[in-house]
């Protein structure tokens, strides 16, 4: 039986070159292919010119391109750009590029769906479907890099795994395109413009701590109180506080990074001093910073804004208490292209 194709852009350099090797054909032909595919992005086989017709129609008979095509683009007043990406397959996730004057940076999307059940997020409503492959990830990047170029004449500046999906549940394939990214015949990119966004998945960040990535982490907290995450991240039931602390400073003692927590102040949820309280608590753990992120509505009644005097008490308190502390504006909002807004609406 004739064997399913596979996605060329799964193998590595060296495993390029031991499939010419096992099929009788030089080495150096593997190097050839891996230019094509990663340095000038070869969309087909018949692009390969410095190969043989024979050798592009017997890599065809073995292999697929599965490259992403950005479907459609939508550009917000504020010059947010949101990609809906298709993928090989049919499915669709999202991508967006935030411009501010002097840098872009890529949100990219890790999963198709999402597993985890965030109650104010728009890709919750959306179940699970698949995880993306290296290839799919580091395809949004290129595609926002030259948005990045073509609008802004400059390259992308940096990149956050904050769009679809729990980057953490799909630990192999994000490392290996964050690998291609920074790598030498990837994007070539500093890991240190790199961040990883993650609910909170205890077990995983050890490992990721283990592996000793040059990137930056940030943790999507809301709440330092369990019985209030749990309320509106049901998942905080199996991943408690302690167990999530207990994973900082793991991190800490391994990698000596600092983590950014990311925060939505809700009114009637955690708008409180005591709130407040916690969350200074908490950030006594291990050395970190604190963004609070505007909250973008997803048309859920139990979920709205705090009123600015409740922001304003955090980053006040927060501050006295020598806590690094950012207010963000959110952007894109006119396309839905905000954190929390990708779910596919058209
Ligand atoms: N699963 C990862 C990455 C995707 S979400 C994580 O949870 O970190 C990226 C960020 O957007 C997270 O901090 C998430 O909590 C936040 N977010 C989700 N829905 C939002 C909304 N409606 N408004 C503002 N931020 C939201």
């Known amino acids: 039986m004739k064997e399913k194709k596979r996605d060329i852009r799964a193998l590595t350099k060296e495993q390029l070159r031991d499939f010419f090797i096992e099929k009788g054909e030089k080495a150096f032909r593997g190097n050839q292919v891996y230019e094509w595919l990663w340095k000038k992005g070869a969309h087909s086989f018949d692009d390969m010119t410095n190969l043989s017709k024979e050798t592009r129609l017997f890599l065809d008979t073995y292999f697929d391109i599965n490259h992403i095509k950005v479907d459609d683009m939508q550009r917000s007043q504020d010059g947010t750009i949101k990609n809906a990406v298709k993928l090989h397959d049919g499915l669709t996730v999202e991508s967006v590029l935030i411009p501010t004057a002097t840098r872009t940076t890529a949100c990219v999307s890790s999963q198709v769906g999402c597993s985890l059940n965030c109650e104010f997020c728009a890709t919750a409503r959306l179940k699970r479907m698949r995880n993306l492959q290296p290839d799919e990830i580091y395809d949004q990047v290129v595609a926002i890099d030259q948005q990045s170029r073509m609008y802004h004449g400059f390259p992308l500046s940096n990149i956050v795994f904050m769009g679809m999906g729990e980057p953490l549940m799909n630990y192999n394939n994000v490392l290996k395109s964050i690998e291609k990214i920074t790598g ?30 040059k990137f930056n982490l940030a943790l999507s907290l809301h709440s330092a109180i369990d019985e209030k995450r749990t309320k509106i991240m049901p998942f905080n039931e199996q991943f408690p506080l302690a167990d999530i602390k207990e994973a900082l400073k793991y991190w800490y003692d391994k990698t000596g990074t600092r983590v950014t927590y990311e925060y939505v102040v809700w009114k009637g949820i955690n708008d409180t001093i005591d709130d407040v309280h916690e969350l200074i608590k908490f950030c006594k753990v291990i050395p970190c910073k604190v963004n609070i992120i505007e909250y973008n509505s997803i048309d859920d009644p139990r979920f709205e804004q705090a009123s600015p005097k409740a922001i304003d008490l955090y980053k006040t308190q927060l501050e006295r208490n020598h806590i690094i502390v950012n207010v963000r504006r959110s952007r894109g909002k006119d396309i839905d292209a905000a954190c929390g807004q990708l779910a596919n609406k058209q």
């Open 184 to 213: 030498e015949d990837g994007l070539g990119m500093s890991p240190k413009r790199i961040t990883l966004s993650t609910s909170g998945v205890p077990k995983m960040m050890k490992k990721l701590a283990d592996d000793g990535p």
